[in-house]
Every structure is written in C-alpha cells, then in structure tokens.
C-alpha cells in the first residue's frame, strides 16, 4: 500500500471493540482500559494515550474520532481552532489525522486541570504534535479567526453552537459543530409543527448558512455515543466570476 493510501485508509477504520464496549460511557478510561486497545490502528494508539492520561471519559474519546474523521474526509489543511475545547483531545486529533495541518489553537474560557496530562501523553505518543497546540482561555468570540483556518467544536451547549458558526462566518471560514443541549429560545423556522424542536433549529441553521453562501453537509456520528449525534460540516461556497 503506498504511503497516500495509508493516510486515507485510517478515515474508513471503525474503533477496536465498539460493538462490545459502550462507547457512550462517562466513565474514565484509565491504565485498566488499556487491554481494551491493543491493535495497531490509529485509533488504538490514540485509545492508550487516553487510558495512559487518566483524565477523560471513554465518550469524549469517541465523539472526538468520530468526528474528526468526518470532518477531515473533507477538509484537509489550515490551522485548526477548537472552539469549547474542553481536554482539546479534538484539535490533538484533527492534526493526528491531516499533518498537513500546521498548529491548533485549543479555546475554552476555563480548561479542565487535567488537560496537561492528556497533552503531555499524546506528545509522548507522537512527538510531532510538540509546540503546534496552544490552549487559550478566552470568551469563545473573542479568538480572531483566519479564513484559511477549520473551526470544530463538540457539544457546543445551546447557543454556544451559534456562537461557534457566527465565528466562523465572519471570515469565511470552514466550520464543524456537533450541536448540544438546544436552547429552545433559538430560531426554529416554525418547523415545530413537523419536527421536534431540537432537528428544527439544527435545519434552521443549515438554512442560515446556505443563505450566507455556505456548502453544508450533514452527518450523524454512531447513535450508541451520543444521541445529540448530529454533525454540521460547511464550507463558504466558491465565488464564479
């Protein structure tokens, strides 16, 4: 297999052990989860840095994978922001998966004490990652954003997630949200006679970013993760002259 086949090949990989583990667990993954991962996947590897840091819960492991890699088979490039960063496994993991990508910033007003450790054990894994990721503790709208850059962000709570897209739209930049915990006040484009309230403002906020000149793709991650599992990816549409 040649080395560009390889770099595709880990988008396809589905997680050791899914279909035995509940992968929505809110438990720890600790140095006693890592006989769950013992492969030579990506994943794996990525899985036992986690276990090796004591600091995250199985499911962020697992939103963060399944997420990037749905974003990545689109986007590949730019400097990544992740907006509500939490650990910042996210950012660590879309430059796992595109190298081309050279920095991330992680952004959370206030970041879990353990997200050292977790960085810490993924540069000890790949000493690539040294000195491309920065942990800011910001006001999500106050990070200057580059048209180039790729802004991501899971379970972004109520309007947080709208806050997320008005970032990114004021310079055009691509953008991937896994909405969380809706803030029925929202806009829901009175779809709420035919859809639950929650769908209805996720569709109202893909009609937001087609009518600001966005491509949108919609996506789902795996259900048995989370059942907020729906994933808005986008992208300002070429301009014809």
């Not at 492969?39 to 990037?68: I, N």
């Not at 999500?140 to 990114?168: P, W």
């Not at 000149?213 to 808005?232: D, E, H, Q, S």
């Amino acid at each position: 297999m040649s080395s560009a086949s390889r770099q595709f090949a880990i988008f396809d990989i589905l997680p050791g052990g899914m279909s035995a583990l509940n992968t929505g667990a809110k438990s720890r993954l600790t140095r006693f989860d890592l006989q769950r991962f013992t492969g030579d996947t990506l994943f794996d590897r990525l899985a036992r840095a986690v276990c090796e840091a004591e600091c995250l819960p199985r499911k962020e492991l697992y939103e963060a994978w399944e997420l990037a890699r749905r974003v990545r088979r689109l986007f590949r490039g730019g400097r990544v922001v992740d907006l509500g960063s939490g650990h910042g496994l996210l950012a660590q993991v879309m430059l796992l998966l595109d190298d081309s990508s050279p920095s991330a910033l992680a952004v959370d007003k206030a970041h879990p004490p353990a997200h050292q450790r977790l960085h810490h054990a993924l540069v000890h894994e790949w000493p690539r990652l040294t000195g491309r990721v920065t942990f800011v503790a910001s006001e999500l709208d106050e990070v200057e954003i580059r048209a180039s850059d790729v802004v991501v962000s899971s379970h972004a709570c109520g309007a947080l997630t709208d806050v997320v897209l008005a970032v990114a739209e004021k310079t055009r930049a691509r953008v991937a949200v896994l909405p969380c915990c809706h803030d029925f006040a929202a806009d829901d484009g009175a779809l709420t006679g035919w859809v639950d309230a929650a769908l209805a403002i996720d569709i109202e906020r893909v009609r937001r970013l087609r009518e600001h000149g966005y491509r949108v793709w919609t996506r789902t991650i795996p259900g048995a993760i989370t059942p907020k599992n729906r994933l808005l990816i986008a992208a300002p549409r070429l301009r014809q002259n």
